[in-house]
């Protein structure tokens, strides 16, 4: 079976500056892989890469097809992405964002068909927006407001979802149902997910594989546990880590470098 991503070689050059490359990723059907790195290692550029958003050099397939030759509404119908910060507008309610994503697959000239308002009623039902349908973007939570994201990704009917950061800014009870969601997803619609993540505990709880990033390169891929390791994590991320393992999954530990007890009174 081909893999639903195979990038080789892909290098983004912006201002005579390299900020990814080359760096490699491949992606099986129905995968979870998730894109770490410390800041500014290039993951959202690589991200943008893979779905045709950020001009590249190399080879990237969706799908066994080459992402060159694929027209922008042919992404669009294979790729969703959740971009860190999309363009809510205030004044449209959920149930019209959502809609946006039925884009694709309305001609130039025509109009949404029943199908596509049906697609969109099915999607709110999965992640549990019906009842906030009617609410306009700039009335919801940020737990809600990243559903309605997804939601709209979702109602393309992708088979590939990329996620840039998709827990950004939300409490950790947020965080986990918005990861919940995703996961039910995936299995419910045979979905292959990538996504770049910055809580490194989240990331390998979440994810089948891990592509450490470092100054643009791939330094690392595989499963989480030959990911994340205390000699990656202090080379690449300057950080002074435990990894331990909790419930089949690893957790990231800070080891504290003062001895010095709070509150202690000078000699």
Not at 89 to 99: D, H, N, S
């Amino acid at each position: 079976m081909r893999p639903a991503v195979y990038a080789t070689g892909v290098t983004v050059e912006v201002g005579g500056t390299r900020l990814v490359g080359p760096a490699d990723l491949t992606v099986g059907v129905g995968d979870w892989v998730n894109i770490i790195g410390p800041n500014g290692a290039g993951k959202t550029t690589l991200l943008r890469a893979v779905c045709g958003l950020q001009a590249a050099s190399g080879r990237v397939d969706i799908g066994g097809r080459p992402l060159a030759q694929m027209s922008r509404r042919a992404r669009s119908r294979h790729i969703g992405y959740v971009p860190q910060q999309p363009v809510m507008p205030a004044g449209m309610t959920i149930e019209q964002y959502v809609l946006l994503g039925r884009s694709p697959h309305v001609g130039t000239l025509g109009s949404e068909s029943p199908h596509d308002f049906a697609a969109v009623a099915t999607t709110l039902n999965r992640l549990d927006l019906t009842t906030l349908a009617h609410r306009t973007l700039d009335k919801l939570s940020g737990g809600e407001r990243q559903r309605a994201n997804i939601a709209r990704a979702l109602a393309q009917e992708p088979k590939l979802l990329l996620l840039d950061e998709p827990t950004t800014a939300l409490d950790i009870g947020h965080q986990q149902d918005v990861l919940e969601l995703i996961d039910d997803q995936r299995w419910q619609l045979g979905l292959t997910v990538v996504s770049t993540m910055h809580d490194l505990t989240l990331a390998a709880r979440y994810g089948d594989n891990l592509v450490l990033l470092a100054d643009g390169i791939a330094v690392a891929d595989g499963p989480p546990i030959q990911v994340l390791t205390g000699p990656h994590l202090s080379t690449h991320y300057g950080a002074h880590v435990d990894v331990i393992e909790h419930d089949g999954s690893l957790v990231v530990v800070p080891i504290r470098q003062s001895t010095n007890s709070t509150g202690a009174s000078d000699a």
